[in-house]
Nanobody, 121 residues
Framework: QVQLVESGGGLVQAGGSLRLSCAAS????????IGWFRQAPGNEREFVAA????????YYADSVKGRFTISRDNAKNTVYLQMNSLKPEDTAVYYC??????????????WGQGTQVTVSS
């Protein structure tokens, strides 16, 4: 079974950029669709972006479309989330998740531990 570890979070000023990484263990990584979700204090976990097993299909939440880009490198067992033009409302813990089906809901089977992103105004 795949295990996921997120990294790349931190503190950034509004308008800045961060790149999150989701590193996976296991040789079956390319068999999973990957989603990014985020959760701010007091809020439910919300969808951010998702990518198919091949990387040929991507989905984005309206709130991040045009600012965030999801990509994957199956040779490195890693999915990336490039976040540009960050806003204070992007502040949250970001999680990556793996599953057999590409969906935009938290119906993924495997989750990482999360990485904190804080955007200051």
């Amino acid at each position: 079974q795949v295990q996921l570890v997120e990294s790349g979070g931190g503190l950034v000023q509004a308008g800045g950029s961060l790149r999150l990484s989701c590193a996976a263990s296991g040789r079956t990584f390319r068999g999973y669709a990957i989603g990014w979700f985020r959760q701010a204090p007091g809020n439910e976990r919300e969808f951010v972006a998702a990518i198919s097993r091949s990387g040929g299909t991507t989905y984005y939440a309206d709130s991040v479309k045009g600012r965030f880009t999801i990509s994957r490198d199956n040779a490195k067992n890693t999915v990336y989330l490039q976040m540009n033009s960050l806003k204070p409302e992007d502040t949250a813990v970001y999680y990556c998740a793996a599953g057999a089906i590409l969906v935009t809901t938290p119906r993924y089977d495997i989750w990482g531990q999360g990485t904190q992103v804080t955007v200051s105004s």
